[in-house]
């Protein structure tokens, strides 16, 4: 069973990972779901995981499959990604490449193959105790710029502080991971298009 702190985290990181879908899909092009598109390309940002006091979520891309020629130029390509994304800070724990069959109308499959990279932060790594202090004597002293918003699951300025930035941190995570993976992808495509 999830703790306390768990389920709070789990709240909030939603939230955070809720708003950067939205900023992406206002940057980008807007697709059904938690889904956006840019250069053709599909991208997904799951929604969080509470798993063995961990957070973790999931972001995708679809592969260009009809600018790639063979089943080997698709397996260089995901190596390509896999390359890419490996060498930034905060590697993924998992980078897979998985086919969908998608059936939107029962009447035609659709098969698309994507890159799909899993992410995993321990829950105490989503908040800095010396940030929450830091802010906390801002707000005693009225002299802070952040707005906290006041959430009735947490009893004290500190624990507003706390899950304030469990939803901030998450979602600069995921930002960082995502424009990674679409830097990712535009590097490879170009290699293929040369």
């Known amino acids: 069973m999830a703790s306390m702190k768990g389920l709070l985290f789990s709240q909030h990181a939603s939230e955070g990972l809720n708003k950067l879908v939205s900023e992406m899909q206002k940057t980008y092009t807007l697709k059904k779901g938690r889904r956006f598109n840019h250069s053709k390309i599909t991208y997904e940002i799951s929604r969080p ?80 105790e010396q940030e929450v202090s830091k802010e906390y004597e801002k707000k005693v002293a009225n002299s802070s710029k952040k707005k906290i918003p006041e959430t009735p699951q947490a009893y004290t300025a500190q624990g507003n502080i706390v899950l304030a930035c469990v939803e901030e941190t998450i979602q600069d995570l995921g930002r960082k991971h995502i424009e990674s993976l679409i830097k990712a992808n535009d590097k490879i495509r170009s290699n293929i298009k040369k």
């Open 49 to 128: 995981i509470l798993r063995d006091d961990m957070m973790e979520f999931e972001i995708s891309s679809k592969i260009p499959e009809d600018e790639i020629k063979d089943s080997k130029q698709m397996q260089s390509y995901f190596q390509g990604i896999k390359k890419n994304i490996s060498v930034k800070n905060n590697n993924p724990v998992s980078v897979e490449m998985e086919n969908i069959v998608w059936d939107s109308k029962k009447e035609t499959e659709k098969e698309r193959d994507y890159v799909k990279l899993l992410y995993r932060y321990p829950l105490d790594a989503l908040f800095s």
